[in-house]
């Protein structure tokens, strides 16, 4: 069995399992879609570049390699906003920052263009892009299953991020650590 084929059969039965617990209903092509984009950063590096440059750059590409990089851009966003979120809250760019360059990439492909309409895969990115904070939380279950626990100071930093932004986001990983913030005064975002 080739190393690849491991880890994809690896983070299927994860991938699998963390969806049932999330209950996030989506196609077999999806869930394949997700299982391979783990596997694969699973044995290469993540691009250095930064979004934003990366999204400027697929915008003035030509179709085909547009296409490409959008891909990159929400594969790379969806990524590391499910395994890496925690280790962003200290950056000068945060997990809000990779879910909305990940979502409005992989929207941009739902939508096709020109030069890659009929995609076999439009579907798949529509799914990403319209429940792509739900997929992140599915990596995030994986994510936790799969790597060491998070250390003190980790959850500490999450919580601290919870008491600047009130993000419901914030406050369900809180939870899934075991962590209930206190109910807010004001409206959560």
Known sequence: MHVADSIAEF????????????????????EHYVVQLLA?????????QPLALRMMAALDA??????TKLRE???????????????????PV????????????????ARGGTGWTGDPLGDVFGELAANFVRFVEVLML??????????NQDVMRLYQRWQRTRSR????????LGVIPPKPEGPLQ
């Not at 030509?62 to 296409?67: A, G, K, T």
């Not at 890496?84 to 200290?90: E, P, R």
């Open 11 to 30: 983070f299927r039965a994860e991938v699998d399992r963390a969806f049932k617990e999330h209950g996030l209903p989506c196609g077999t092509l999806t």
């Open 40 to 48: 694969a950063y699973g044995s290469q590096p993540i691009e250095g």
């Open 62 to 67: 030509n179709p085909r390699e547009r296409r």
């Open 73 to 91: 851009i929400g594969d790379t966003s969806l990524f590391v906003s499910g395994f890496w979120a925690d280790s962003l809250a200290s950056k």
């Open 94 to 109: 945060d997990v809000d920052y990779y879910i909305d360059m990940g979502g409005s990439a992989y929207g941009e492909l």
């Open 142 to 151: 994986v994510s936790r299953r799969t790597s060491p626990c998070a250390s």
């Open 169 to 176: 986001w914030v406050a369900r990983r809180l939870a899934a």
